[in-house]
């Protein structure tokens, strides 16, 4: 059971926008910065978003993320089939005092 | 660029202990605002932070796994040693180490991110 919630699936079409929604608690999303992962098949994660909303550099500007209160969600404008991936967002705890991550969540590209 | 380099054993048995070693170029420890963490990921499952320490030497361990895990790191080597005791068949997982950055702001809290990863080391832990 993961401290973050995400849910274990989402899908689209190519060139739709599709959410990613995580939801954490006061301890973690409501009182620290969001990141987000992008882990392609058989691959190690990248960091795809992080400081909730700052993308590094060479991450396509299609990737958006936002947080209100306990919760987070990534945007993805303009679905490509490469963005085919699992997605994780991570926060620190204050409660368990250490780094958290979602459940993952399997984008299908249709 | 950061490149790692990850060596250990891909296979344990019940009770033995893990020592795995990343070897890092790229960066250097310590420098402020930076640090090294060990995350896994079990089969089929999600990504789990072990622990990671940062530039003050601060370390920060994964409260489920009590005083099975420890994170040594050697600046003189660039080498990060993760050790985990008493292995368990539900330990089977890849096992990455990670650079991390971490600040703390006291309007957005704090941020701890891994911007670059090592390409896993897939430890099986069976009699």
């Known amino acids: 059971q993961s401290v973050l919630t995400q849910p274990p699936s989402a899908s689209g079409t190519p060139g739709q926008r599709v959410t990613v929604s995580c939801s954490g608690s006061?301890?973690?999303?409501?009182?620290?910065?969001v990141n987000w992962y992008q882990q392609l098949p058989g691959t190690a994660p990248k960091l795809l978003i992080y400081?909730?909303?700052l993308r590094p550099s060479g991450v396509p500007d299609r990737f958006s993320a936002s947080k209100s209160g306990t919760s987070a969600s990534l945007a993805i404008s303009g679905l490509h089939s490469e963005d085919e991936a699992d997605y994780y967002c991570?926060?620190?705890?204050?409660?368990?005092?250490?780094?958290?991550f979602g459940g993952g969540t399997k984008l299908t590209v249709l | 660029q950061i490149t790692w380099k990850e060596s250990g054993p891909t296979l344990v048995k019940p009770t033995e202990t893990l020592t795995l070693t990343c070897t890092f170029s790229?960066?250097?420890?310590?420098?402020?605002?930076?640090?090294v963490g060990w995350i896994r990921q079990p089969p089929g499952k999600a990504l789990e932070c072990l622990g990671f320490?940062?530039?003050?030497?601060?370390?920060h361990y994964r409260t489920s796994l009590g005083s099975r895990v420890t994170i040594t790191e050697d600046s003189s080597k660039n080498q990060v040693v993760l050790t985990m005791t008493n292995m368990d068949p539900v330990d089977t997982a890849t096992y990455y180490c990670?650079?991390?950055?971490?600040?703390?702001?006291?309007?957005?809290?704090?941020?701890?991110?891994?911007?670059?990863w090592g390409q896993g080391t897939v430890v099986t832990v069976s009699s």
């Open positions: 990670a650079h991390s950055i971490v600040y703390d702001s006291d309007w957005y809290g704090r941020t701890v991110s891994f911007d670059s």
């Open positions: 991570s926060a620190w705890d204050n409660s368990l005092n250490g780094q958290v």
């Open positions: 400081s909730t909303d």
């Open positions: 006061t301890f973690n999303i409501g009182s620290n910065t």
């Open positions: 790229g960066f250097s420890l310590p420098t402020i605002g930076m640090g």
């Open positions: 320490f940062y530039w003050d030497d601060n370390k």
